[in-house]
């Protein structure tokens, strides 16, 4: 039997052509490329926390209905009165099912979003046997309305993405914007605002669910501070969830994940209280880099900032060496030729930073 063959034979070709998900060594790197919260919660929590996670049923599956954390969610997380949650294992898996949802056997669906954005958008629709139709922004980095309208009108799209703010941009598309796509849309296919980063812009389609039908809002707990535990949700019309409810695994969040959102949420003033941190510092940290000579500072609304430097590779590069670890946006989309994204972090973290890429762009 040869392998090489069994593979061919068994395995989607653009699954082989493909490369997996490539997630960076940080070990001994001040680590500011993924968007995470880089405060723990204080000690007298970790300690209640321990307790609570020692108490688990791990020989028990979950509850099936995740009633109390949902409830949670509901009552602190600004969900509209009579709408409820459908959960997931981080906002990738929430991005999956809605895809395979939509993924009509009859006919080949579309998803649309603007590009550069968040990567498994275009991932989940591969792997969901959607076409992937992708809008390019302006060269601002702000959304070609124009476009997308064309793109809706032509390709039909059943679902389209927008993150607000966008990732890797860190930009807040406008909300008239958002409100054009929508109307677009109409009853022909949805609209997903992902917003893994509201906790940084204060800005939110949420409360508008109920003026479109048509209307998804996506959030995670991730960049609120807590990326470990791996926990997504997302709201819609009723009638809507009850479709993708249909297609969540069942027993998806386990139950380590749900008795650790329940405390967090029961403390979310913590959480709160380290966003508001975290938005002083970008702004602290935006100043500082748009003093530097020959760096451009884009708008951010997120916990990270993206930046062009004359040579974002030499730059990488250069901070890499200095065990400084972001993300090099360069080779993702030409809109992004020599840009560089680096999460806000702490102020110690911040400087480390910074003094790095002095002298790096010295260098």
């Known amino acids: 039997m040869s392998l090489d063959s069994l593979i061919s034979n068994t395995i989607r070709a653009d699954v082989r052509s493909d490369k997996s998900y490539h997630v960076p060594d940080a070990s001994g790197y001040v680590k500011l490329d993924a968007m995470e919260n880089p405060y723990q919660l204080p000690e ?197 969830l009850e479709q993708f409810e249909k297609v969540r695994p069942p027993y998806n969040v386990n139950v380590m994940t749900q008795a650790a959102a329940e405390f967090a949420l029961d403390h979310i003033d913590v959480l709160n209280e380290q966003a508001r941190l975290l938005r002083e510092q970008r702004s602290v940290l935006s100043n500082a880099l748009a003093d530097l000579p020959g760096v451009r500072v884009f708008p951010s609304a997120a916990n990270f900032i993206t930046i062009r430097v004359p040579d974002a590779d030499a730059v990488h590069a250069a901070l890499l060496s200095r065990k400084i670890l972001i993300k090099n946006l360069s080779k993702m989309h030409s809109v992004l030729t020599n840009c560089l994204r680096v999460t806000v972090s702490t102020p110690e973290e911040n400087a480390a930073f910074l003094d790095a890429l002095k002298a790096s762009l010295a260098a």
């Not at 926390?49 to 009633?67: E, F, I, K, T």
């Not at 039909?156 to 929508?182: K, M, Q, S």
């Not at 479109?212 to 995670?220: A, Q």
Request: glycine share 8%; with cysteine.
């Open 44 to 240: 007298v929590l970790r300690r209640e926390l321990g307790q609570r996670m020692a108490d688990v049923a791990l020989n028990r599956y979950p509850a099936a209905s995740y009633g109390p954390l949902k409830e949670r969610i509901r009552a602190k997380l600004g969900v509209p009165a009579g709408y409820d949650v459908l959960l997931g294992n981080g906002s990738d898996e929430l991005i999956a099912i809605m895809a395979a949802t939509c993924a009509h056997q009859d006919r080949r669906a579309v998803l649309l979003a603007p590009v550069p954005a968040f990567v498994m958008f275009q991932r989940s629709a591969q792997i969901a046997g959607m076409d992937f139709v992708g809008v390019p922004l302006k060269e601002d980095l702000t959304l070609d309305l124009p476009a997308m309208l064309e793109a809706i009108g032509k390709h039909r799209p059943a679902l389209v993405f927008l993150a607000y703010p966008n990732n890797p941009t860190g930009n807040l598309f406008a909300a008239d914007e958002i409100e054009a796509i929508l109307r677009a849309q109409g009853d022909q296919g949805l609209v997903v605002v992902d917003e893994a980063y509201e906790p940084f812009a204060q800005q939110s389609f949420m409360p508008r669910l109920p003026q479109f039908d048509n209307l998804i809002v996506m959030r995670t707990l991730s960049k609120l501070g807590l990326a470990g535990i791996r926990l997504g949700y997302m709201s819609a019309h009723p009638a809507l």
